[in-house]
């Protein structure tokens, strides 16, 4: 069986669900419990979200890759788009939120203060600014990310296989 | 910079089927002053049910907010406050946002629920060293207070006397807590280790926050643990503290096997750059470039260079995410400068290591060095990060360069200590896994070595030709 599946995804937000879909199917052939597939799921989406509402497809071909890897007791999901100068500003955002949810121990503390900030309503539409944060706590999984020097983006998540991640165990 | 020029503006005041015009002024965080048009009277206390105004062509409706009169202010008769959800003013005029005062509160069903999964026996464990850290913290303070009176010389004197009796008893009951404890969660998830300890620190937050240490790796003001005060706490390695209690939780986790091995590092760091001094680069004519990645104060370029002989065989470049931290290691080796009467060669470089790859400054200084360094980093990078940027640093030395990376081994004896009560939360890895992040590098000699108290690992890494 395959440990690692990589899928491309055109800049168009309909793909989202389809590889949402192919995904799953790919995460239950490894015997993964629903949970665990459905936090996945949640944490593929997001990411695939925001390489396409942060990343550079001006240049035709440019497309979002997914890298999915399953090791004995470690899921591995690697989100790429490529970025511009204009994602600079975002780039520096999205390492200081990474660094500031990894410095919880619990993410659940990241988890409510931003809640919290997002309950203070802001005049202007702004973004929620979740997403992340989501990951990190109901994803129950670690993020980062850096950029190659090709400028493409690489967000990273790994997450622990646990007892009861499995549907064997 | 937020502007906080008076701001005025025209608004309504509702009650019952009344719309009463006024003009306001921003006066305090929670309260306006008004002032009531068309001669329009309010007796002290009236209630209206909301304060309508536009901003930036948008509508606010807030309230209901209560009449309150003062001596007259500038033409002002009054100042209107909020009587059930209270709005902050700084936050709606300087900020763009409405923020109840009460919105604090929106988690606490959340927050109190989060203990509903924690094991009985962890309860009764924080239960009892709650009761007993809050009776040494008062008899602590009972003795603080008994020579708070006696000039500073005695007083400190009288302080090291407790400390070294008393005091390391204490400390001494602090390891055997800390060892009921290890056998309490051996067994946990992530996810339970991640609740309990949240839930430890809820409950001995006033004992954490006596403690300077421990108050600075929870609070992080500069956004990431280990910061550059942090790094000065460990190797300073002192009493500090407001009072003997605080001195006591200070002194506690800056002894412990993870801190230790910090102030071996550096150690290490030195003499492995001192020997490239005197053997691998002996007889080149040309300095020995040095990179230091997440250099952060780095400290340990003073123990390096202690003669201006020492400055004129190196060239260092110092990276970091910290623009803080980078200015303090320029003032310290301005200041080592003075002391040896000579130029010490430096550049530095403030960038993140997640987006360094893509600058062309780094570009510049492929095959550049001849040792690169980096210790405080890899304990926060995931494999696919630190694989890329262990790869890149790879690029950037030279053939025959040397390059030495530090992270911490999976069986680090303060993990659990840093975890729960420190919320310090490091990537570890396991000898293999740390080679692994080279394994895609063939022409590289690797191996792993630990410093004394087997905490912390180094990757010795060396370039061969391929
Ligand atoms: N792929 C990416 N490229 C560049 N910047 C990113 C990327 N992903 C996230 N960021 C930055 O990190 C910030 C936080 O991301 P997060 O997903 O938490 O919130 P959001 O996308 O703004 O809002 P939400 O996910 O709730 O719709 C973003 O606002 C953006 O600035
Ligand atoms: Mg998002």
Redesign the interface.
């Known amino acids: 069986m395959n440990n690692s599946i990589e899928f491309d995804v055109k800049p168009d937000w309909d793909e989202i669900e389809k590889v949402r879909n192919e995904s799953a199917d790919f995460l239950q052939s490894h015997e993964l419990s629903d949970d665990t597939i459905h936090s996945l799921s949640m944490i593929i989406s997001e990411l695939i979200e925001n390489g396409l509402k942060y990343g550079d497809f001006k240049t035709e071909g440019n497309k979002v890759v997914v890298i999915i890897n399953v090791a004995t007791n470690m899921i591995?999901v690697?989100v790429l788009n490529p970025v511009d100068e204009s994602a600079y500003e975002h780039?520096?955002k999205l390492?200081?939120t990474i660094?500031?949810i990894?410095?919880?121990?619990?993410?659940?503390?990241a988890y409510?203060e931003r809640?919290?900030e997002v309950?203070?309503?802001?005049?202007?539409d702004m973004e929620s600014g979740i997403g992340l944060v989501r990951i990190a706590y109901e994803g129950?999984a670690?993020l980062?990310?850096?950029?190659?020097?090709n400028?493409m983006l690489?967000v990273?998540v790994?997450s622990?296989l646990?007892?009861g991640d499995r549907v064997s165990s | 910079m937020i502007d906080r020029e008076p701001i005025k503006f025209a608004a309504h005041l509702i009650q019952g089927e009344e719309k009463i015009s006024i003009e306001a002024k921003y006066a305090s965080k929670f309260s306006l002053l008004i002032r009531f048009l068309n001669g329009h009277k309010a007796d002290p206390g009236s209630e209206f049910s909301k304060l309508v105004f536009s901003?930036?062509g948008?509508e606010?409706k807030i309230g209901p907010c209560q009449y309150i009169t003062e001596p007259k202010k500038n033409g002002y008769q009054g100042r209107i406050v909020f009587s059930q959800d209270v709005y902050d003013l700084n936050?709606?005029f300087f900020e763009?946002?409405?923020?109840?005062l009460q919105?604090?509160f929106?988690?606490l069903p959340?927050?109190l629920a989060?203990k509903d999964d924690i094991e009985k026996c962890f309860r009764e464990y924080t239960a009892n060293l709650n009761y007993d850290l809050n009776v040494y913290k008062n008899l602590f303070d009972c003795l603080d207070a008994r020579y708070a009176d006696e000039p500073e010389v005695i007083k400190q004197h009288v302080q090291d006397a407790i400390i070294e009796t008393e005091g390391r008893k204490f400390m001494t009951f602090l390891d055997e807590k800390l060892e009921e404890f290890e056998d309490i969660i051996i067994n946990y998830?992530?996810?339970d280790?991640?609740?309990h300890?949240?839930y430890l620190r809820k409950q001995l937050w006033t004992f954490i926050m006596c403690s300077p240490f421990m108050t600075r790796t929870n609070l992080?003001p500069r956004?990431?643990?280990g910061d550059s005060v942090m790094m000065k706490m460990i190797y300073d390695n002192k009493y500090e503290g407001n009072s003997t209690f605080g001195k006591l939780m200070h002194k506690h986790p800056s002894e412990h096997p993870a801190a230790q091995a910090v102030r071996n590092r550096r150690d290490i760091i030195t003499k492995m750059l001192s020997k490239v001094k005197s053997t691998d680069m002996k007889t080149s004519s040309k300095k020995i470039k040095v990179l230091s990645v997440a250099c952060g104060p780095a400290f340990e370029i003073q123990d390096v260079l202690t003669t201006a002989e020492d400055c004129s065989r190196f060239h260092f470049t110092l990276l970091d995410?910290d623009a803080t931290a980078l200015s303090e290691a320029a003032s310290q080796l301005t200041q080592l400068e003075k002391k040896l009467g000579t130029k010490i060669e430096v550049e530095f470089l403030n960038e993140?290591?997640?987006?360094m790859?893509?600058t062309p400054k780094l570009?510049k200084m492929w095959g550049q060095f001849d040792y690169i360094y980096s210790m405080g980093l890899f304990d926060?990078?995931?494999?696919?990060?630190a694989k890329?940027?262990i790869e890149?640093l790879y690029q950037t030395l030279n053939i025959g360069g040397k390059m030495a990376i530090g992270n911490f081994h999976i069986s680090n004896p303060s993990r659990f200590y840093m975890?729960?009560w420190l919320?310090?939360?490091l990537?570890y890895r396991t000898e293999h896994e740390f080679i692994d992040l080279l394994k895609n590098v063939p022409s590289a000699g690797t191996k792993v070595l630990f410093e004394d108290t087997g905490s912390q690992m180094f990757l010795q890494v060396r370039k061969y030709d391929n």
């Open positions: 591995t690697e780039l520096s390492d200081k660094q500031w990894r410095g919880y121990q619990d993410p659940f503390e409510i809640i919290k309950s203070k309503k802001p005049l202007h129950n670690l980062d990310f850096f950029v190659a020097e400028n690489n990273s790994v622990n646990e007892k | 901003k930036n948008e606010i936050s709606l763009d946002k409405l923020e109840k919105a604090e929106f988690n959340l927050i989060h998830s992530k996810k280790h991640e609740r300890g949240y992080k956004g990431y643990s995410q993140s290591v997640r987006t790859l893509t570009d926060y990078l995931t494999t696919p990060v890329a940027v890149k975890e729960y919320d310090w939360v990537y």
